[in-house]
């Protein structure tokens, strides 16, 4: 089964900072996708970033950007310069078949 | 131009009601998605089809039935209302072949008293 851990349940960082929010995921697949999703307080469900598996090169967003290590199945998102904007739930999620299995989510919340 | 649409955007009734939930994209895409989110935020998958065919279908109680009478239209309809089935319902499309992005509708949140 594939699954999708997020081990930080919660996280601060002041405003201009810069800060990593961890995801592993464990699969037998070797070709897979990978996202990071933003849902502000208004519910909507917003993609951030994503990263092919066949890829080595680390996907980049304007101030997000992500460390990926397919061999440590880790797949983390460093934010940077981040901005009230940011507070937000962060989801990761792992593309299976046709569905994506999600994380529990880390609220992240950023400080002035 | 909305991408992913639903309505209603919020639900409340009673217990042992039936109560529909539709969702619409203007996308083109060929895939549809419902997701639950529960009191927790954990989201999980429902229900997806393609071209109108059913392709997943997780373990969830038969009174969740979901209808997709053509590629951008995929509604979800709940018999027998409970407690637990309390939640934010997403509904998702994807166009298969690209980059696998799912887009997400803005959620209907729905209460069972």
């Known amino acids: 089964a594939q699954t999708v851990t997020q081990s930080q349940p919660e996280m601060s960082v002041q405003e201009a900072e810069t800060v990593t929010l961890s995801c592993t995921y464990d699969?037998?697949?070797?070709?897979?996708?990978l996202f990071w999703y933003k849902q502000p307080p208004s519910r909507q469900m917003i993609l951030v970033i994503r990263?092919?598996?066949?890829?080595?090169q680390n996907a980049t967003e304007n101030r997000f950007s992500v460390n990926f290590q397919k061999a440590a199945k880790s797949f983390s998102l460093k934010i940077s310069d981040s901005q009230l904007g940011d507070t937000a739930m962060y989801f990761c999620a792992f593309l299976y078949g046709n569905k994506l299995v999600f994380g529990a989510g880390t609220i992240l919340r950023v400080k002035s | 131009d909305t991408a992913v649409s639903q309505t209603p955007k919020y639900l409340v009734t009673q217990m042992g009601n039936d109560k529909s939930i539709k969702c619409e994209q203007n996308?083109?895409?060929?895939?549809m998605y419902w997701y639950k989110q529960d009191s927790k935020k954990f989201l999980k998958i429902m229900f997806s089809y393609n071209n109108k065919e059913l392709i997943i279908n997780e373990t969830v109680p038969n009174r969740f039935s979901p209808k997709s009478p053509d590629k951008a239209h995929l509604n979800l309809h709940i018999n027998s209302l409970e407690l637990g089935d309390s939640a934010v319902y997403f509904c998702?499309?994807?166009?298969?072949?690209?980059?696998?992005?799912?887009?997400f509708g803005p959620g209907t949140r729905l209460t069972v008293t």
């Open positions: 998702a499309s994807r166009l298969t072949g690209s980059s696998y992005e799912q887009y």
């Open positions: 699969t037998s697949e070797s070709n897979y996708y």
């Open positions: 996308l083109g895409h060929d895939t």
């Open positions: 990263q092919e598996a066949y890829k080595q």
